[in-house]
């Protein structure tokens, strides 16, 4: 995967082209589609698509560190300190629109911030709510995060995902929040790094860390993005787990900042049968 083309961002275009897959599989709904509970905390899709649009305007403005960024900021942190749900906070960003406005909202909004991040410099500093981060990871996590969140329209849809290879934007993050993953589990981080070896959507091997035959992962590249998105749980999907590092590993795998997160119980994530 090519990072730059044509003195462009591919990361942003990733980005974009996931949304668009997002956006596909929804602009056909009613308006009373977008109120269905979810499987991840009951959100609905209202919730989700509102929380994907308020951070991605979030990212969009920290790429100018001005006065709008420290505004959202203050607010974002105030708000959840007293004790808001974080969908109480977005509402009053989205202003209380629902539904297929939403969703429209929302795709002008990632269409647009898309060429923004296109020709900013990737290796530039910029704000966010924990650590600053570099153009590309910002943009690449609200890949990550978009990717992730869809999962659980795709599940309530009954829908099966067809994923691409810019999945591997993911991987990336995935493999790289190792250390993260045991730093706010407080764990103890462990003296090797297990050897991945995935399988890409197109049928390409994607191999990271050094090769070691008593620590690795292998198998889907997709399985292995669920497992550190917490969509899925290790036990309900068919990577191959090899040492206890491994195993460790995949069982708080967490690559999103914040507070430590519980993967899901086993079989409360999956794809619904059903039709609406």
Known sequence: MVEIIDNKLQQAYDFRDECNAV???????????YEMPTQFKGWTFNNVIGHLHVWNYAADISLEDGDEWKNF????????????????????ITKGIQGPELLSMWKEYYTDMTERFAVADP???????????????SISARHMETWAHA????????????????????????????????TVHKKTLPSIKPYLKLIS???????????????KIEGLAEEFCQVVTQVRNIKDVN??????????????????????????????????????
Not at 25 to 33: G, V, W, Y
């Open 23 to 33: 956006y596909s599989i929804l602009e056909n709904l009613k308006e009373k589609d």
């Open 73 to 92: 900021a203050n607010s974002a942190l105030q708000a959840l300190g007293n004790g808001s749900s974080m969908n109480e906070f977005e509402q009053t």
């Open 123 to 137: 290796k530039k500093r910029v704000k966010w709510m924990g650590p600053d981060m570099s153009v590309r990871s």
């Open 151 to 182: 999962q659980e329209l795709y599940d309530s849809l009954g829908l099966d995902r067809i994923n691409e290879d810019r999945i591997k934007n993911i991987v990336i993050i995935g493999n790289n929040t190792f250390k993260w993953c045991f």
């Open 201 to 215: 959507p197109s049928g390409e091997i994607w191999e990271y860390n050094e090769f070691s035959e008593e620590h």
């Open 239 to 276: 990577l191959k787990l090899t040492g206890n590092i491994a195993e460790e590993w995949m069982s708080v795998a967490q690559c999103f900042a914040g507070g430590a997160e519980q993967p899901p119980k086993p079989g409360t994530r999956k794809k619904i049968i059903k039709s609406i």
